[in-house]
């Protein structure tokens, strides 16, 4: 397709009903009386009212407050060199939220942190020990940072059920779209480190799709992503957050979409979730993802089983 001009709109298939509904309402309602903050409403997801709404809801939380000290091209969150420090009662919230949502599967992830001296993996291992305390039952991914391997440890001593850490774009866009202390070697040791320190674990990443790559630069995206061992993987369009954001390059097809999931199945992933609103956390792979959890059988055996 080619590529949009100023103003261009978004084609039918970006187009969602606007959120809703009394499931909506409730789990907003609870974000805001625990303080805590939601992913889904800071990078503006597509996919909020859907996921938020009806028996099995899906909410991924933002944890270590709502500034990121990265500032990429691509992303609606806040930035600040200087945020404030951690609520020490975080971890409890979060883990009294998950029990009170009664959810099967929960995303926790977290801005980024480098003002902290262990990036906040202290803090999200707590944020994990306290939904195994709670909500014994629920199977747990963090979307973590581009952590190095000693504070990776910290984290992965609390055993979340999958590590996911996003490569955003492909090699060659790397430095023109994620902040300057981004790389791709660096996103992929994070996530060859995750499979080092939790072999019987699941690792999981995400590619945004409609930022100028070719289509070859995509499969070589994927093959280096299953060359890590990567587990899941996620691929969905890019939609520009502000005119101060990385502008759309290409609206992608969704026969695309398809094809590379084709691929990607074709290369190894245990699943791949591909389609214009595809998000790393959609819900669309979650209840996959949970069965393949509880099917191995996970450390934490004291769980409920589906």
Not at 21 to 30: A, I, N, Q, Y
Not at 115 to 129: N, T
Not at 248 to 275: C, D, I, N
Request: include cysteine; proline fraction near 8%.
């Amino acid at each position: 397709m080619a590529e949009p001009g100023p103003g261009a709109r978004k084609p039918a298939w970006l187009k969602v009903p606007l959120p809703g509904g009394e499931g909506f309402s409730r789990l907003k309602s609870l974000a805001r009386d625990l303080g805590l903050h939601t992913v889904c409403e800071e990078a503006r997801c597509p996919n909020m009212g859907e996921c938020w709404a009806g028996a099995h809801p899906t909410m991924t939380l933002m944890v270590l407050g709502d500034e990121c000290t990265r500032l990429c091209r691509f992303c609606a969150v806040k930035t600040s060199m200087r945020p404030p420090a951690p609520d020490p009662a975080e971890p409890r919230k979060v883990g009294a939220a998950v029990a009170a949502m009664a959810v099967g599967y929960v995303v926790i992830t977290s801005v980024d942190r480098d003002d902290l001296e262990d990036g906040g993996a202290g803090h999200y291992a707590a944020c994990v020990r306290e939904v195994r305390r709670q909500s014994p039952a629920t199977v747990i991914e963090t979307l973590v940072p581009d952590y190095d391997e000693r504070n990776l440890a910290l984290l992965m001593a609390a055993g979340p059920d999958v590590l996911a850490h996003n490569v955003e774009v492909v090699p060659r866009l790397q430095r023109k779209i994620r902040d300057p202390r981004c790389s791709y070697e660096r996103s992929l040791e994070t996530l060859r480190a995750a499979r080092r320190l939790a072999p019987g674990g699941f690792t999981k990443s995400s590619l945004m799709l409609g930022l100028g790559e070719t289509h070859a630069e995509v499969i070589e995206a994927m093959q280096l992503l299953r060359a890590a061992e990567v587990d899941f993987l996620t691929l969905g369009q890019y939609l520009r957050p502000s005119e101060n954001h990385a502008p759309v390059r290409e609206y992608v097809e969704p026969a695309r979409f398809a094809e590379l999931q084709v691929t990607g199945e074709k290369m190894g992933f245990r699943y791949v979730a591909s389609g214009p609103l595809v998000r790393s956390s959609y819900k669309a792979g979650e209840f996959f993802f949970e069965r393949m959890v509880r099917e191995r059988g996970a450390p934490n055996d004291e769980r409920g089983r589906t």
